[in-house]
């Protein structure tokens, strides 16, 4: 069948405004504004300013829910078979939806240009299963009245809006107007469509001088890519999407991965955890629900709602890039990675997996199927992201501690097991082996740790970039381990068993 995608109620080919079929080169964003849809933006073209949110279908069990993705990073190909609402199909004059009405009421709408963006964020947030209000019960968008600064009397979580800029900085009235909302009226057909199913994924095959394939299933695609072993592979998009946007890369052949059910699992057992490479890191971080703390803690620094609703851990290891987020957490978390490809699977430990910038073990007819968590967890983790923006951006620095502390012969307390993972620092994501070597055994004392994070300071290559000075990454290191020890000074409680 030719692919169509369901758009604010109503089946639209996806062709180009000369009725040919589109490829993986032309983004959603694109392909929407080509049809007239022009509520959505592009400002940054990377994902950052949320002026081309949109709002798509996602599972959720056996029901569904209405999930905010950048739509300037995703192929149009990746929607086929699937459904879509823009700001335009949320409401119309005369007759606007909750969020549209609040943002006029309350003055969040200035020069309008990434309101649209901001109505589609707010629309996720809106209709979140589990939103609930406060106690206080309050409903009015009073700031005294909110539980905290973050989250609304009516259980608005403001990271919801954290990948939105609003170029008039009129952040307080937007912030008014989310906080106003109550909750969806019964009859309201968005908030019943969420009790249905999510649409199935369809195969799809593009021919084109950028060909776009989703496969059937996993045995499908890595046939695919041992016949293509140059294919782009994507989920989110979240990174090949720039390269397309800003460097205008094009690649010849795209296969889609995110829907592929062999790559969506997510496992919990006594030995440890298996996460699907194609899992979104909210889908991943709803499943865990804290299970593991060291990555609850990570999530929300990685980047903005929007692009973590389509960003995988799949996707953050393949690039091989040394500033991904999820890496120093993972290396503290001694994860390794199940690779696949037509000729079968190998595990392969994550700290042996990059060989070089942007380069891995992987071969070319391979993809990363499971990402795979050992346990028992240690019980003291944290993690540190050094960034001029706090949530989206790119790390500076980023630190990720895993320890266990354990009792001498003495009863005094020392380090029995320490694992830290670092990135930003060196050409690829690296263990603080020496570090780990300096603190294993050692008294969990001031004294102990000063020395371990003189040595932490010089771990990597610490360089200066347009980021940061090789100085400033020294410090910040140090830092890390020092404010980890405070944070940390009491006796730890058993390994953490899940």
């Known amino acids: 069948m030719e692919p169509q995608l369901v758009v604010n109620g109503r089946k639209r080919p996806l062709r180009d405004i000369n009725g040919s079929g589109i490829g993986g080169h ?52 990746s929607l086929d078979g699937q459904e879509v609402v823009t700001a335009e199909g949320l409401g119309r004059p005369g007759r606007l939806h909750p969020t549209q009405q609040e943002m006029a009421n309350r003055g969040g709408s200035q020069c309008g240009y990434c309101t649209p963006g901001f109505i589609c964020s ?14 206080a019960g309050q409903t ?48 309201d ?5 969420c009790t249905q199913p999510a649409p199935a ?31 782009v592979l994507v989920a989110g998009s979240t990174d090949w999407g720039v390269e397309l946007n800003i460097r205008h890369a094009r690649a010849p052949h795209t296969i889609a991965v995110d829907r592929l059910a062999e790559l969506r699992t997510l496992e919990v057992a006594d030995d440890g955890v298996d996460i699907g490479a194609a899992l979104t890191l909210s889908e991943i971080e709803r499943g865990l629900a804290g299970r593991v703390p060291l990555l609850a803690e990570m999530f929300p620094q990685f980047a903005s709602r929007l692009i973590r609703n389509g960003a995988t851990l799949g996707g953050n290891l393949g690039t091989g890039s040394p500033i991904g987020d999820s890496l120093p957490a993972l290396l503290a978390l001694r994860a390794s990675l199940v690779l696949a490809s037509s000729e079968g ?61 354990d009792r001498d012969s003495d009863g005094e307390q020392v380090v029995g097991q320490v694992t830290i993972g670092l990135g930003g620092v060196a050409a690829t994501p690296v263990r603080a082996r020496a570090t780990e070597d300096a603190l294993a055994g050692q008294p969990w004392t001031l004294d102990a740790v000063e020395r371990a994070a003189d040595v932490l300071g010089g771990e990597g290559t610490p360089m200066s970039d347009h980021r940061a000075s090789a100085d400033y990454r020294t410090a910040m290191l140090r830092g890390a381990l020092l404010k980890f020890h405070a944070q940390n000074p009491a006796p730890a409680r058993q390994e953490v068993r899940l």
């Open 26 to 77: 032309v983004t959603l964003l694109e392909w929407l504004r080509s049809v007239g849809l022009t509520g959505a933006k592009e400002g940054c073209a990377e994902g950052e300013c949320g002026a081309c949110a949109v709002l798509v279908v996602r599972p959720d069990g056996d029901q569904s829910r209405w999930t905010a993705i950048n739509a300037c990073l995703v192929p149009a190909a």
């Open 122 to 135: 707010m629309a996720s947030e809106y209709y979140r299963p589990d939103r609930r209000p406060s106690e």
């Open 140 to 187: 009015d968008a009073a700031p005294d009245h909110a539980p905290d600064h973050e989250h609304g009397p009516n259980g608005f979580d403001l990271h919801a809006l954290s990948g939105n800029l609003c170029r008039c900085t009129g952040y307080r009235p937007i912030r008014d107007a989310a906080y106003a909302l109550g909750a969806p009226a019964v009859d």
């Open 189 to 193: 057909p968005m908030a019943s469509r």
């Open 201 to 231: 994924p369809v195969p799809t095959r593009i021919a084109h001088p950028q060909s776009f394939v989703r496969p059937n299933d996993l045995t499908e695609a890595l046939a695919e890519l041992a016949e293509h072993p140059d294919a």
């Open 345 to 405: 699977e190998r595990e392969v430990a994550l700290a042996d997996y990059f060989t070089g910038y942007r380069q891995t073990v992987r071969t070319p007819g391979e993809l990363i199927k499971t990402i795979r968590i050992p346990a028992p967890l240690a019980p003291l983790t944290a993690f540190h992201k050094i960034a001029k923006r706090r949530f989206d951006d790119i790390s500076s620095v980023a630190v990720a501690f895993a320890v266990r502390l």
